[in-house]
């Protein structure tokens, strides 16, 4: 099982940007994906985006796409999100969780608080 650990959440006005880090501990080995995913109060967990652990192809939500930038960096084992623009609706915990092959995401992080001030 592999342990996540994201940073980087805070206050932020309209319009500024955030960058969030999930840290992976221990190597993640085979076929994998590695997401992003929030909860905003009273609303169901949400897909933001996802990156490929082979090819580093990357998969967004209409919401965030354009906004929102996946990465990784395999040296440091942690991937990032970059939000740029952000809006008072972005605020929410967002989680890093990391998927194998076909199987359901799995490993979860225990979230980082992002608030969007207008």
């Known amino acids: 099982q592999v342990q996540l650990v994201e940073s980087g959440g805070g206050l932020v006005q309209a319009g500024g940007s955030l960058r969030l880090s999930c840290a992976a501990s221990?190597?993640?080995?085979?076929?994998?994906?590695m997401g992003w995913f929030r909860r905003a109060p009273g609303k169901a967990r949400e897909f933001l985006a996802d990156?490929?652990?082979?090819?580093?192809?990357?998969i967004y939500a209409e919401s965030v796409a354009g906004r929102f930038t996946i990465s990784r960096d395999n040296a440091k084992n942690t991937v990032y999100l970059q939000m740029n623009n952000l809006k008072p609706e972005d605020t929410a915990v967002y989680y890093c969780?990391?998927?194998?092959?076909?199987?359901?995401?799995?490993?979860w992080g225990q979230g980082t608080q992002v608030t969007v001030s207008s």
């Open positions: 990156i490929s652990g082979s090819d580093g192809g990357t």
């Open positions: 221990g190597r993640i080995l085979g076929s994998h994906f």
């Open positions: 969780a990391v998927r194998y092959g076909l199987a359901p995401w799995g490993d």
